[in-house]
């Protein structure tokens, strides 16, 4: 039985913009996990605000990237091309689930905004729905964390497999996304 189309497309690379939102991707969900595992760390009030602020930010420019990085896959983005079998179906259905994942963690996020009422960088708030809703502000904080720590899970599980191709399968599904 085989397990990877790997052999018959030897010389396959992905494009150089597919390869960048992979790893922008990759950075900025590493850096909000962390960012928001540390806030709590900042001083509560003003203390946290360039903190948040500074994860917000990110947070919007992981909008862009995905929204950006969505639109390429649809139109130019370079795919490879392989049979079907049961490991490709495991990456495609992987790659979907963290799609979707992402995108339910950056609605979650935006939602958690508006419902805190932020402060952004001492410039501006933003108006908090429903101020005196606690519950729906815990509520909220809640699914966005249960959502990125499953992105963060789901990703690992991801890296594994190329680790698992790369030093057990020996192909190349690793290096196609690497840096060129």
């Not at 795919?79 to 979650?108: E, F, I, K, Q």
Request: net charge positive; proline share 5%; glycine share 8%.
């Amino acid at each position: 039985m085989k397990l990877s189309g790997d052999v018959a497309e030897p010389g396959f690379r992905y494009d150089t913009t597919t390869i960048v939102f992979h790893w922008l991707t990759v950075v900025l969900v590493a850096l909000l996990w962390t960012s928001a595992q540390t806030i709590d760390f900042f001083p509560r009030g003003d203390g946290r605000v360039p903190m948040r602020s500074t994860h917000i930010l990110m947070g919007v420019l992981l909008i862009c990237v995905v929204g950006a990085r969505l639109a390429w896959r649809a139109g130019s983005g370079r795919r490879r091309p392989s049979p079907p079998d049961l490991l490709d179906l495991g990456a495609h259905l992987t790659h979907y689930l963290l799609y979707a994942m992402l995108v339910v963690a950056m609605l979650l996020g935006l939602a958690n905004v508006w419902v805190r009422g932020d402060v952004f960088f001492f410039l501006f708030q933003v108006p908090a729905y429903d101020p005196g809703n606690t519950a729906l502000r815990h509520l909220v904080e809640d699914l966005h964390a249960y959502a990125t720590n499953g992105i963060v899970i789901v990703a690992g599980v991801h890296a594994v497999a190329a680790l698992f191709h790369h030093y057990v399968l020996h192909d190349s599904i690793l290096r196609r996304m690497l840096p060129h």
